[in-house]
């Protein structure tokens, strides 16, 4: 069964309300704010809304750096990106000042050292760009609750307006039988397999392991091509980046002989605006490609249009 | 004021599900979908053609591809174009969108179905990109740990013990072992922590599978399906955004859901809970108000098959089929999705009256 790996990656650009501006562009500067709802309880993370009435908050507070851990979990193997290299606990941390808690990491020795009511206090990142991760992580504290919620303006020179959130997932992807039985063929003896439904007969290439008219699975392989006929066309005037072709070039939709449906391909080998529908055309292989680098005309007659209509 | 009634009668008429496994990669999703696809229209003798309105839960992020699921539409005859939707969620609220669909009269029979495959995947990191993208995702707290903080704040209020949640688990596998379609099925030691205090024993195996139900209103329900199982209520709600505004150790979305479901206008017999987590039974047994007697998850539940996107569907499905095996008269079917019981869908099935 064919597998390859697969990479997504992607960095998330996202812009900042005013509130979250504020709770992020404080933690650059060391200060932690929160927000006070209309029932006088006091949020950190600050959110944009009341999560309980809906209204707009913007009342924002400073609360203390200092806390107490609400729930702990003790994560033995951290795995890539989390806040610490070293096992260490999950905790909830309610700030001196706020009535809710804020998702962390505790830098502790060990789950003996950690439980639910401890006092910690943030670890500051040593460059802090206004992120969630300017906090570092926490770590244990030996004071008490003194600090308590106090006006803040929210106010600082050059506020962060956004955050960019890089993610990566990896993954084997598998394309499941029908399409590894046709790309292996494709490969080791560049014969294209197609594949019939047992209800309707048509035969589908590339397969995909059901017939979406009938919704069964298609077994039967068929040997279709290697000719076929180009069934429509659009003439690519913009180059791709990354792709060595020059412009203007045909990119068409080619029913091979015997196939039920048109896979699509690069016509080479005549002039882009002496393609036609009815073009008779062959693969191309170059070096040691897995798959036909492009079509080109056989020179037959055009095939007639009542032989390829049902496959526009 | 007294609950509307649904507008009709709908019901769970057949259900099938794929034996779960570790990985599936021998098939593409379309592959792993298309006999419990067939199973369904066996059931109930319908053809793809013939059913009134499709709809189907799935990840793209499971799949590391965008549009994923429109190639799982080939396996339901998508072409010439049918009455079709999909939710980037479990299967359970694609059935809640069937169900209002078939309430409204617009169609009398749907096809609903779930799938995922989390083998391709770490299921653990691609379930951190749910999460609130400005404060919390950029951590990585992935879904383990966040459910070990849930369970640590449940033994920090005396709502359960290590023991407790083994005994859990111990059950949900012994039952597990009666159904052919389980991945992880009989006795298990507890084995060590993942995250703690949640051990091994303590979390969903990861796995992939694929699921299907076929509803029907009034007298077209009766028509195929000897034993339909009606849905007498079903209602999904959310809790707060952010984990530090909850109180993990209770549900309130949950016990809403179950209440505009009629759940305590009667007593259920059986329980089919959404739970992955052993520690999570706890809070949703007592968001639900189970009486002691009640059977929950005779199948295994989560702990004995987890397909991400489909096990919420699953629920449904079980409580279903032990409603037509006449296993049961009334029974709860509960879903979730998220972080820490995010989001949760109850409904109300019974045998006919």
Redesign the interface.
Known sequence: ?L?AP?V?EFP?T?S?GPV?SAF?TGLREGTVLGVRTAGRRV???P?EYD??TAEEIRDLVEVAPTGTV???????SP?????LRTPFA???V?LDGAD??????LDAPG?EAVR?GMRVRIRWAPQRVG???DIACFEPHDGGITARAVPHSGEFADPVTG?T?P?R???????????TRYLTALEADRRTLGERCPSCRKVYVPP??????????TREQVEVGPRGTVTTYCIVNIKARNLDIEVPYVYAHIALDGADLALHGRIGGIPYDQVRMGLRVEPVWTGDGRYPDHYRPTGEPDADYEAYKELL | MTRPMPARDVAIVAFAQTRHVRDSSADSEVELLMPVLHDVLDQVGLKTGEIGFTCSGSSDYLAGRAFSFTMALDGVGAWPPISESHVEMDGAWALYEAWVKLLTGEADTALVYAYGKSSPGEVRDVLTRQLDPYYVAPLWPDSVALAALQAQALIDAGETDEDALAAIAGRSRRDGARNPYAQLTGEHAQGDYVVRPLRRADCPPVGDGAAAVVLAAGDTARRICARPAWIRGMDHRIEAHSLGVRDLTDSPSTRLAAGNAGAFDAPVDTAELHAPFSSQEVVLRKACRLADDVVVNPSGGPLAANPVMAAGLIRLGEAAMRIQRGESERALAHATSGPCLQQNLVAVLEGER
């Open positions: 069964m597998t697969l997504v998330f996202r900042l979250q992020l949020l950190v993370p959110v999560p309980v609400t729930t702990w979990a003790w994560n033995p795995r890539p990106n989390q806040p999950w905790v909830l309610r809710t808690a804020l998702l962390h990491a789950p639910s992120a969630i991760t955050i959130a993610a997932l990896d993954y084997t992807y598998s394309p499941g039988r029908a399409q995909r392991g059901a017939c979406p008219t009938c919704g069964v699975a």
